[in-house]
């Protein structure tokens, strides 16, 4: 099993990020063993980038990228590794109710295309600056967005088979 | 005179009604004469909207789901959530269950191997390896069957150890297996690894750097073959894999036949994992005492785990219900596939086939 607590590697990289990512004014704290940091919807993109290019963060991998429906907010979670550490980092950024945009991560991360363009189809979420932002996994013109907590799983729609 | 003449990119529709796009994906071809000018894959064909699912079904209820995403991996991603699940909740499965849950997964990686070993020397335009590959891959397909009762979606590991207890023959049905298993793995290297036309098919081509194999968010053997050496059973190890010894293969070039070459290595590292997990596997339980209902604290995790395909991982947010508030999957294929449009340009079309088998993609969980 996973070690349930944050080692010394954790906090150490805590501080580091504290550091490096001063100005843009990161909540840190940990969830279970990992480091977890809040950003402003307004920071990430800058946050990011310096997160990717910064030598001793060097968060060159963004192994998923999530949005939870919270109710009357959305969060995009993205986690992020660095092969070159190997160690690990959670940022989450709260959008403001109602708000459904956010700045794209694709040109930094190339990997993190689909899951934007899916993010887009089930959730809603408009990513700036994606270079072709469109629906994935349904097919366009599909109403609504299922994964948010609004949609029901059944009834809304017969499906033709 | 040809000079002269004007040419137009034509459009090709690859699939998806097409058996080498192993199951329904679409490529969309932009071809100039014989040569690839750009691709788009189009995905969402077996979208199933099990991440939706998930959120109105009880924990245990999805371990079915998880069968069906990588079904060719089925116990690597019953893993996968059981052990977001034992994270969030404390849990610590018995010794016994460690073991035969690591068995499971590595005769899954050797059988999920073996299917692509087939299919890709099916998409070469060979079709004696799928033989070669079918006839190990049964036998061990047999011995899982023994285990848990069925071919495929074994619903087997349970959140906190597993449903049963392994039949009093698995061992000794293992230890006859596994000397026939390595020949086995040794006949398909023969048969194709170094065969020139083999060769002259897939080495050097769809290259990618490790660089840039990892902005792209490779994982698994795709990624190793770019010579980065990222497996989760080491860089962040889970059950009892540190107590185990196996070497992690890297190829050089991040081509095809690296792509390929990493596999067949593999499938001999997992003999040599299940051959020790045989020879310690304690006595003993192989359920923790669990409660009758899951019910989580509130909180979420993620976890990852190396499936055969790569990094599988699970993102689990828990607002202390009987259900999962938001279960997002993070499937190997989905993101391995990603790098497809970036490969397929300046291809030639007859190797379109062969770029897209060597990825090793399972559309169940790319489109989930």
């Known amino acids: ?161 | 005179m040809i000079g002269r003449l004007d040419t137009v990119d034509m459009m090709v529709n690859m699939g998806p009604q097409h058996p080498s796009t192993h199951g329904v994906f679409r490529m969309v071809l932009t071809v100039d004469g014989e040569r690839i000018v750009a691709a788009e894959p189009v995905i969402g064909y077996l979208h199933r909207g099990v991440e939706k699912l998930c959120e109105n079904l009880t924990y245990r209820q999805i371990v079915p789901l998880f069968d069906r995403m990588d079904y060719l991996a089925d116990y690597n991603n019953e893993l996968g959530l059981a052990l977001a699940l034992e994270k969030l909740m404390g849990i610590q499965p018995p010794r016994r269950a460690e073991f035969i849950r690591v068995i499971l997964c590595e005769l899954t990686r050797i059988t999920s191997h073996m299917m692509f070993y087939g299919s890709f020397g099916s998409d070469a335009g060979v079709t004696t390896p799928f033989i070669y590959a079918f006839r190990q891959r049964e036998e061990v397909q047999q011995v899982l069957e023994s285990v848990s009762g069925v071919r495929m979606m074994p619903n087997y590991i349970r959140v906190g150890g597993l449903r049963e207890d392994v039949p009093a023959d698995f061992s000794e049905r293992l230890s006859k297996l596994l000397p026939k298993l390595r020949q086995g793995i040794e006949e398909c290297d023969d048969l194709l690894t170094r065969n020139e036309i083999m060769l002259a098919r897939s080495a050097g081509l769809a290259a990618i750097s490790g660089k840039e194999a990892i902005a792209y968010g490779l994982s698994g053997p795709n990624l190793r073959a770019s010579g980065v050496a990222e497996d989760i059973r080491r860089t962040q190890p889970y059950s009892i894999y540190p107590e185990l010894e196996f070497d992690v293969p890297l190829g050089q070039n991040g081509d095809i036949w690296d792509r390929y070459c990493i596999r067949l290595e593999e499938m001999r590292q997992s003999v040599k994992i299940v051959e020790q997990c045989l020879e310690k596997m304690p006595d003993g339980p192989t359920m923790a005492e669990m409660p009758k209902a899951l019910r989580p604290p509130p909180g979420e995790v993620y976890v990852c785990a190396e499936n055969p395909r790569g990094d599988f991982g699970v993102y689990l947010v828990s607002q202390g219900g009987d259900k999962p508030y938001r279960l997002k999957v993070r499937a190997p294929s989905f993101c391995n596939l990603m790098v497809l449009e970036r490969l397929l340009k300046g291809c030639y079309v007859a190797d379109c086939v062969l770029v897209l088998g060597s990825l090793d993609i399972v559309l169940g969980e790319v489109d989930r």
């Open chain 1, 1 to 161: 099993m996973d070690a349930r607590e944050p080692g010394d590697k954790q906090r150490a990289l805590a501080q580091v990020v504290e550091r490096v990512l001063a100005a843009f004014h990161p909540q840190s704290g940990t969830i279970l063993d990992e480091l977890v940091i809040s950003l402003t919807p307004q920071a990430v993109k800058s946050a990011c980038q310096l997160a990717r290019d910064d030598p001793e963060l060097a968060f060159d991998y963004l192994r998923c990228l999530s949005v939870v429906d919270l109710g009357n907010t959305l969060q995009v979670v993205y986690h992020l590794y660095s092969t070159r550490h190997r160690h690990k980092m959670v940022i989450k950024v709260a959008l403001p109710p109602g708000e459904r945009r956010i700045s794209s991560v694709t040109p930094l991360w190339p990997g993190a295309d689909w899951h934007e363009r899916e993010a887009y189809d089930l959730f809603g979420v408009t990513f700036e600056g994606h270079p072709k932002l469109k629906p994935l996994l349904l097919w366009e013109g599909f109403p609504g967005h299922p994964l948010l907590k609004s949609y029901p799983v059944s009834g809304l729609e017969e499906v033709p088979g």
